[in-house]
């Protein structure tokens, strides 16, 4: 887990057991007063629902985990004992902030996609206070929250000033890589084992997009969490206080709240799977009985099977050599890799040479 803006894999698309009302579909999706890009993101989210729950499995797609609860929610679950990646990460740059920062001559901007709370650009900032000049940081995150949270963090950083992106990763990273006040070398963070969001295919991808927006002497720092038992990972996704379940469970609380869904939370448990095959832990919503659930905004019924699951999440681990390939192939030069044992996480530094 980790923030995500991306879809889980479709491997498969079956018969679609969703029906459609072309008169009612998106009809109410505009809420009265609301904005041009209000009624837009409600308008995408409608029709995603409608798209991935007549799938085969059914899924909904991460990035609609992280509303205003969502976001407070993952929060909550970084500090759980049973997932470590954020503090075996915090860990890591507390330690080697300045060996991150200082193989990149020259830098001053840093874009951040997925930012979270703004901690772990803060102590990368603070590893760099000694070169007392001025950091443009771009946060890039489709959170309002997030996106307000790390800028109120950095706003105590001195020498920083900050400029925030509402947007997925690759939009944010275009408009922050294309900024006409760029100049000197630029850092793109890619925190949190947010790659593990990515089915490898698109993951691939990923890195040659960075690769295309970043200029010789940029640099690209990646964390990634590692294979480890799978009762520690199923653990880390199932946790006994039931945290990663609220976040879950969540998202058909936000389909009923901004869709008009019917979703009963009562007919629905949160599963996390260790896909070893695949290297990933799935997320899945799994559903107690056979029952149809109605989704206005959307113009949909949908109908599910008692033990039919929707895939919400996947989260695939890695091992380093594969981290650094993966880079590689996209044209970057790796250079140094941190790796937090005990925890199983590491941080790679990628550059343009």
Not at 154 to 182: D, F, K, N, W
């Amino acid at each position: 887990m980790s923030k995500a803006l991306v879809h889980p894999r479709v491997d498969a698309v079956g018969e679609a057991t969703a029906r459609r009302d072309g008169a009612t579909f998106l009809a109410e999706v505009e809420l009265r007063g609301a904005s041009a890009a209000e009624a837009d993101a409600r308008r995408e989210f409608a029709a995603d629902v409608a798209r991935d729950l007549a799938l085969r499995p059914k899924r909904l797609q991460p990035k609609y985990l992280y509303d205003a609860l969502g976001s407070r929610l993952f929060e909550a679950i970084c500090e759980l004992p049973w997932y470590r990646i954020t503090r075996a990460e915090r860990r890591l740059l507390e330690l080697h902030a300045g060996a991150m920062t200082d193989s990149i001559a020259d830098l001053t901007g840093v874009i951040e996609l997925g930012c979270g709370s703004g901690e772990k650009l803060a102590l990368l900032a603070g590893g760099m206070r000694r070169r007392a000049r001025p950091l443009r940081v771009h946060l890039v995150d489709i959170s309002p929250a997030a996106l307000d949270l790390s800028a109120r963090t950095l706003a105590t950083v001195p020498h920083v000033s900050v400029v925030t992106h509402r947007a997925a990763y690759e939009v944010g990273l275009r408009q922050a890589a294309t900024s006409p006040l760029r100049h000197g070398a630029t850092l793109v963070l890619f925190l949190g084992s947010n790659i593990g969001n990515f089915h490898p295919a698109e993951a691939d991808a990923f890195f040659r997009t960075v690769r295309r927006a970043l200029r010789r002497g940029d640099g690209l720092l990646v964390g990634a969490d590692l294979v480890k038992p799978e009762v520690d990972l199923v653990r880390a996704y199932d946790d006994p206080l039931g945290v990663t379940a609220a976040f879950d469970l969540n998202l058909l609380v936000r389909i009923n709240r901004e869709l008009g869904g019917t979703f009963d939370l009562a007919d629905f448990t949160h599963e996390a799977r260790w896909n070893a095959a695949e290297s990933r832990v799935e997320m899945h919503l799994h559903c107690r009985r056979s029952q149809q659930v109605a989704i206005a905004a959307a113009g949909i019924s949908v109908a599910f099977e008692a033990g039919e699951t929707i895939w919400t999440e996947s989260s695939y681990k890695y091992v380093p050599d594969a981290i650094a390939a993966r880079g590689e192939a996209a044209g970057f030069a790796c250079g140094e890799q941190w790796i937090d044992a005990d925890a199983g996480f590491a941080v790679t530094l990628f550059r343009v040479d």
